[in-house]
C-alpha cells in the first residue's frame, strides 16, 4: 500500500505528538507513505522525512497559499485547487488510499482514491460545525480510524448506523503488555491540558484511593 496522508490542521501539543508517533507506526506497515502538509509546517516535520516517507507541500503548482484558499472556502468557493494537487501528488506516487490525521472543520478531499479520517477529540468543547463535520466525514468517508477505544465508542454513538466503519486505532499500552505484580510503590506523569474534559477529578481520587491503601505513589501533572 502506498499512502496519502493529507495534514490541513496543525495543531501543537498532543496532536503533533500523536503524529511524531504515528507516522514512523505507518512506514513500517506500507510500501511508502506521501506525507502532505502546509508550507509553514514542512520544516517543523522535516526530521520524519526519508525512507518510505516522503513529505510534499500543500501549496499548489500556481502558488496559491493554503491560507488564500482557506478563505476562499469559507467565502463558498470550492477547494478546488488544493484537490487538483492532490489528485496530481497521488497519481505521481501512485498512492492507493488517503488518510487525514486529524479530522477537524476541513472537508473531504475530492480525489480518485479512498479517503480514510483520524479522529483525534471528540470532546464536550469542540464547535458544532466541527462535530458536524466529524460526522460528515463517518457518512462519506471509506473508513473512520478513532486513537482511542472511548473515542470510537463515542463515534459510533454519534453515528450508530455507520459503526461498521469506526475502527479504535489505540497508541497506547500494546494488547501484548505483560501485566506485572503490584506494586507497593510507583508514578504517574499525565501530560493532558487542564481543560474540564481531561478527567483530572477522577485521577486525583483514583492518586488519593492509592495513598489510602498505603502505596508509596507520585502523581506528576
Same mark, same amino acid.
Not at 496522508?5 to 514512523?24: A, Y
Not at 504517574?188 to 483530572?200: D, I, L, M, Q, R
Given at each position: 500500500?502506498?499512502?496519502l496522508?493529507?495534514?490541513?490542521?496543525?495543531?501543537?501539543?498532543?496532536?503533533?505528538?500523536?503524529?511524531?508517533?504515528?507516522?514512523?507506526a505507518?512506514?513500517?506497515?506500507?510500501?511508502?507513505i506521501?506525507?502532505?502538509l502546509?508550507?509553514f509546517?514542512v520544516e517543523r516535520?522535516?526530521?520524519?522525512?526519508?525512507g518510505?516517507v516522503?513529505?510534499?507541500?500543500?501549496?499548489t503548482?500556481?502558488?496559491?497559499?493554503?491560507?488564500i484558499?482557506g478563505?476562499?472556502r469559507?467565502?463558498?468557493?470550492p477547494?478546488?485547487p488544493?484537490?487538483k494537487?492532490?489528485?496530481?501528488?497521488?497519481?505521481?506516487?501512485?498512492?492507493?488510499v488517503?488518510?487525514?490525521t486529524?479530522?477537524?472543520?476541513?472537508?473531504?478531499?475530492?480525489?480518485d482514491?479512498p479517503?480514510?479520517?483520524?479522529?483525534?477529540d471528540?470532546n464536550?468543547?469542540l464547535?458544532?460545525?466541527?462535530v458536524d463535520?466529524i460526522?460528515y466525514?463517518?457518512?462519506?468517508?471509506?473508513?473512520?480510524l478513532a486513537?482511542?477505544e472511548?473515542?470510537?465508542s463515542e463515534?459510533?454513538r454519534?453515528r +450508530?448506523? %455507520?459503526?461498521?466503519?469506526i *475502527?479504535?486505532?489505540p497508541l497506547?499500552? !500494546? $494488547?501484548?503488555?505483560?501485566? @506485572?505484580? +503490584?506494586? %507497593?510503590?510507583?508514578s504517574? *506523569?499525565?501530560?493532558?491540558?487542564?481543560? !474540564? $474534559?481531561?478527567?483530572?477529578l @477522577?485521577l486525583l481520587k483514583?492518586?488519593?484511593?492509592?495513598?489510602?491503601?498505603?502505596?508509596?505513589?507520585?502523581?506528576?501533572?
Open positions: 500500500m502506498r499512502l496522508i493529507v495534514d490541513e490542521e496543525i495543531i501543537p501539543g498532543g496532536v503533533e505528538t500523536l503524529r511524531r508517533r504515528l507516522i514512523p505507518l512506514a513500517k506497515e506500507v510500501e511508502a506521501v506525507w502532505v502546509p508550507a509546517a516535520f522535516r526530521d520524519l522525512a526519508g518510505n516522503i513529505i510534499e507541500t500543500a501549496n503548482p500556481s502558488g496559491l497559499p493554503h491560507a484558499e478563505i476562499a469559507r467565502m463558498g468557493h477547494r478546488g488544493l484537490d494537487r492532490l489528485r496530481l501528488l497521488a497519481k505521481r506516487h501512485r498512492c492507493d488517503c488518510l487525514a486529524c479530522l477537524l472543520s476541513q472537508p473531504m478531499p475530492r480525489i482514491i479517503v480514510a479520517g483520524l479522529v483525534s471528540v464536550p468543547g464547535p458544532m460545525q466541527v463535520n460526522g466525514w463517518i457518512d462519506r468517508s471509506a473508513l473512520t486513537v482511542s472511548f473515542t470510537a463515534l459510533k454519534m +450508530p448506523s %455507520r459503526s461498521d466503519k *475502527h479504535a486505532m497506547a499500552v !500494546p $494488547h501484548d503488555a505483560r501485566v @506485572t505484580p +503490584p506494586a %507497593r510503590r510507583g504517574f *506523569h499525565y501530560s493532558g491540558a487542564p481543560n !474540564p $474534559h481531561k478527567g483530572h @477522577t483514583a492518586a488519593l484511593g492509592l495513598a489510602a491503601r498505603g502505596l508509596d505513589y507520585r502523581l506528576t501533572l
